[in-house]
């Protein structure tokens, strides 16, 4: 995996968060808890002077990890957060992709309706899966959270789109450019809280952190953030390999994201 | 580690996804995870294995065999890492393309010698975009040679008659390289190939390797410019803004413009951290001894001596993407604002780089045209500051044209 310059990751990010700021009227972000939302976090502070300038909002199933909801409360309080909390249903009946395809979704459409908020920061990258990798920075959603990947705006010269329907919004994506690696050699650079559930037990650690119901751990030694990167430099294996819902069918990510997953 | 961003150009079919889904497996880039579903897929369509699903991810581009939307992918070589950006070759998905190609230091071309292949108008209009992105190193890789059994011959015409065109429109004979290769057999990617014993040049890498290691390093220039984005806290008095040359230090005396407003630099804070200076390429948070006042995004920062011009009008060369009719608007660093006319100077045939009779706007070729402004702005020429000097062109809300500066 390739180690990129921190430097310019970093800059760009912080470009494009202020510039998401600075351009919408009522931004919000979403925070998973997991280490990439975190990271991106650790971002706008630095873009804001040490605060965090927009709501953050975790799509709260009932269903994540105690490690999770434990990190939830003392980062927030920590950071001081303006967090809020949506909390969706499970339904029995939905399963795998069908219910990260639904009930997220729908329930980021509740909150988002109810404050208003016209864009929404996104904290996915290239590396993680060939789909996100045809995302650019800026990316309009319709009414019903739709992407239209057939017909994405042009995105050049810093300038971003910021055309939307009446009722869509603007996702943003301020982390495309980083890879895995680099978002490990961040958090041991600025010191970044991580979940605990990252690190190796019993012989098993998350890479990828989804709810309970479908996200399994992989055999790992890592006990360290340094001895992540050090598997990352080695590993051959794909970061969302313990995401069951990925593995289900063909395009499954390109349909998941042309309906509104995150 | 430092990483390049190259872009791949040239018409659909001439291999650009297959080039670069080659080069991830001969390097060891791509999972295997990734590989062996580009594999099941392939067998799935009942096709030969095809190297540009590592790439082209959505149903539809498989299906149909062509790239939709452009996407990237890294490749460690020596010391440095590259990032290849893939675009579409199909006309009608020229946005998608300049999007992409827009992020390209350098440029690879790619060029079927299949018979009925060759140089077409899509292959040239490429380069003539790449041009006008400021892009002045290219490695021409004249693809599908396997077809013409590696045969010198079917290299050297394809050489010789691109040749003329690349030079015509601006680049140095010196910045641009030729490579015969086959990108879905792996040939002369990575490894010299033995079928082409007549080619004594170096490999396709190591051709994309030499272009950057070659260059003279122009960078930019050492006057202060600064695009504010915005301002940070609510009562306007801390700036963001990105440096695009020079160097802003604490104490500097400063312009704002275009409102023309003096003020004198109190703090600097890069990263989260007060700094003495602020350089190239950092976003900057900087507090002023006195209010900026209103109107700051798209703002220009500059030393008092070294201003940009503040305009209203300028003279621009456009490609155009879309129809430009009665409703314009422009998009120039952050600003959204009206723009009164366009008036036609010069048609520019894209094939060819050459003027045209007609002196009208035509989608897919270019205009030198006079562009007036619904206000006053702080510009440069595209040559000498890039980020002052281009804006992108709207006409009833639709991506009309991308526009660079050529006279203030």
């Given amino acids: 995996m390739i180690k990129q310059d921190l430097n310019v990751l970093e800059e ?3 470009y494009v968060i202020r510039e998401a700021k600075m351009k919408f009227k009522n931004i919000a972000a979403l925070w998973s808890m997991g280490k990439d939302s975190t990271t991106m976090l650790a971002l706008a502070r630095k873009a804001f002077l040490g605060k965090v300038p927009f709501p953050v909002i975790h799509i709260d199933n009932s269903i994540d990890f105690p490690e999770t909801y434990k990190f939830r409360q003392d980062l927030a309080k920590e950071w001081n957060l303006d967090l809020i909390v949506a909390q969706s249903e499970i339904k029995p009946d939905l399963v795998g992709s069908a219910c990260c395809g639904k009930n997220k979704p729908e329930t980021l459409k509740k909150v988002m309706e109810e404050h208003g908020f016209d864009a929404l920061i996104v904290s996915i990258r290239r590396d993680e899966h060939g789909i996100r990798a045809k995302e650019r920075y800026m990316s309009p959603r319709d009414e019903e959270f739709r992407w239209n990947y057939k017909d994405q705006p042009a995105e050049l010269w810093d300038d971003y789109s910021s055309k939307m329907d009446k009722k869509g919004h603007i996702r943003v994506h301020p982390l495309l450019d980083w890879n ?7 958090v041991k650079q600025e010191n970044i809280p991580v979940n605990p559930l990252y690190f190796s037990r019993n012989g098993h650690r998350y890479r990828s952190l989804g709810c309970t119901h479908c996200t399994v751990p992989l055999r790992s030694e890592a006990k360290t953030v340094d001895d992540i990167i050090n598997e990352l430099e080695t590993t051959t294996g794909e970061e969302r390999s313990g ?11 390109q349909r998941l994201r042309s309906l509104g997953y995150m | ?12 079919d001439h291999g650009k996804s297959t080039l670069i889904g080659s080069m991830l497996m001969q390097t060891g880039s791509a999972t295997q995870v990734r590989i062996n579903e580009a594999k099941a897929y392939s067998e799935k369509l009942r096709k030969p294995f095809e190297p540009a699903f590592i790439l082209d991810s959505f149903s539809e581009e498989r299906e149909q065999g062509m790239t939709y939307d452009t996407t990237r992918a890294q490749i460690k070589y020596k010391d440095l890492a590259f990032s290849f950006i893939d675009v579409p070759g199909h006309e009608e998905l020229i946005k998608n393309m300049i999007s992409g ?8 071309l790619l060029v079927s010698a299949k018979g009925d292949e060759g140089i077409r108008d899509q292959t040239k209009r490429h380069l003539f975009i790449a041009r006008m992105l400021g892009i002045d190193r290219l490695v021409v890789a004249v693809n599908k040679m396997d077809s013409m059994g590696y045969e010198e011959g079917s290299f050297n015409s394809i050489r010789d008659s691109l040749g003329k065109f690349i030079s015509r429109i601006g680049f140095e004979e010196r910045d641009v390289r030729f490579v015969p290769i086959s990108a879905y057999n792996g040939e002369n990617l990575v490894k010299k190939s033995g079928k082409m014993a007549w080619y004594g040049g170096s490999t396709l890498i190591d051709s994309i390797y030499g272009i950057f290691a070659d260059a003279s390093g122009a960078g930019s220039g050492s006057a202060l410019r600064i695009v504010v984005q915005g301002a940070i806290d609510s009562e306007g008095n801390i700036i963001a803004g990105k440096v695009i040359s020079g160097r802003l230090t604490e104490g500097d005396k400063v312009d704002i413009l ?5 003020a004198k630099v109190k703090e600097i804070i890069v990263k989260g951290r007060r700094v003495n200076s602020a350089g190239i390429g950092e976003n900057a948070a900087i507090t002023l001894d006195s209010k900026a006042g209103f109107g700051l995004r798209g703002a220009v920062i500059s030393g008092i001596d070294d201003r940009p011009r503040v305009v209203d ?3 621009a060369r456009i490609f155009v993407t879309g129809v430009i009719g009665k409703k314009l608007h422009v998009k120039f660093n952050g600003i959204d604002m009206g723009c009164r006319s366009v008036d036609v100077i010069d048609g520019i045939d894209t094939t060819t780089g050459e003027k045209m009779q007609r002196k009208t706007p ?7 045209a006079r562009v007036e402004f619904d206000r006053k702005l702080p510009v440069e020429e595209y040559r000498a500051t890039k980020e002052l000097g281009r804006f992108v062109l709207y006409s009833d809300d639709v991506f009309a044209g991308i526009c660079t500066i050529t006279k203030v």
């Fill in chain 1, 180 to 186: 895995e690696i680099d978002i490990w050699s961040y």
């Fill in chain 1, 243 to 253: 995401r069951s819902m990925d593995k289900e069918r063909e395009y499954v990510m």
């Fill in chain 2, 101 to 108: 190609a827009s992020y390209g230091e350098v440029a690879v």
């Fill in chain 2, 258 to 262: 275009p409102n023309g407003h003096n």
């Fill in chain 1, 12 to 14: 760009r990010s912080i």
């Fill in chain 2, 1 to 12: 580690m430092i990483v390049k961003t190259i872009a791949l150009l040239g018409h659909k």
């Fill in chain 2, 313 to 315: 009008s300028v003279t």
């Fill in chain 2, 362 to 368: 035509e989608v897919l070729n270019a205009i030198d």
